[in-house]
Antibody, heavy 119, light 107 residues
Framework: EVQLLESGGGLAQPGGSLRLSCAASGFTFSSYAMSWVRQAPGKGLEWVSGISGGGGSTFYADSVRGRFTISRDNSKNTLFLQVNSLRAEDTAVYYC????????????WGQGTLVTVSS | SYELTQPPSVSVSPGQTASITCSGDQLGNKYACWYQQKPGQSPVLVIFQNSKRPSGIPERFSGSNSGNTATLTISGTQAMDEADYYCQAWDSSTDWVFGGGTKLTVL
């Protein structure tokens, strides 16, 4: 059974930083691209960042490029998102999602971790 | 940047067919998929690669994608289908993009 468990969310001040983690199990982690998707309170889904299975290719939404960094540790089956220079509009539930075999969709999602940016 | 447009809301009577559209420039040339999200829960993939259903998704869910519009169709809609539905597209030039979401009400 595929399981994705996010952690690391919490309250941060504007301009602050957090490191989100996603522990994966139930599949060959290194064989699949992974992504982060966020959802602001009461709003829709927004793709944030993605990374290839080997970690050599990374992708970012324009809204976070230069502030967020995605990475992975395939030896520990863990995905990360380093979020810096946080803004109020970054407040959201951040979901870890496994990219399907055909790259085009997210076939499994975690339960999410809430990031709140406020002074 | 690439945009996908969905109607904010769709209503359907139980047992009837619900159709939710998703529009984007030349969307038919990309892979489209759909997610269902119920309150307080994570999204669930219900259609991928335009028209394929993941294991465990009921046959009443179907999808199509042509021209500028992808459509999610729910046949024989049940009360349990009431949820928010999001379309999403991908290609190598736009990465992953979501539509704004559609609230499906079954009444």
């Amino acid at each position: 059974e595929v399981q994705l468990l996010e952690s690391g969310g919490g309250l941060a001040q504007p301009g602050g930083s957090l490191r989100l983690s996603c522990a994966a199990s139930g599949f060959t982690f290194s064989s699949y691209a992974m992504s982060w998707v966020r959802q602001a309170p009461g709003k829709g889904l927004e793709w944030v960042s993605g990374i290839s299975g080997g970690g050599g290719s990374t992708f970012y939404a324009d809204s976070v490029r230069g502030r967020f960094t995605i990475s992975r540790d395939n030896s520990k089956n863990t995905l990360f998102l380093q979020v810096n220079s946080l803004r109020a509009e970054d407040t959201a539930v951040y979901y870890c999602a496994k990219v399907g075999s055909v790259l085009s969709s997210f076939d499994y999602w975690g339960q999410g971790t809430l990031v709140t940016v406020s002074s | 940047s690439y945009e996908l447009t969905q109607p904010p809301s769709v209503s359907v009577s139980p047992g009837q067919t619900a159709s939710i559209t998703c529009s984007g420039d030349q969307l038919g040339n990309k892979y489209a998929c759909w997610y269902q999200q119920k309150p307080g829960q994570s999204p669930v993939l219900v259609i991928f690669q335009n028209s394929k259903r993941p294991s465990g998704i009921p046959e009443r869910f179907s999808g199509s994608n042509s021209g500028n519009t992808a459509t999610l169709t729910i046949s024989g809609t049940q009360a349990m289908d009431e949820a928010d539905y999001y379309c999403q597209a991908w290609d190598s030039s736009t990465d992953w993009v979501f539509g704004g979401g559609t609230k499906l009400t079954v009444l």
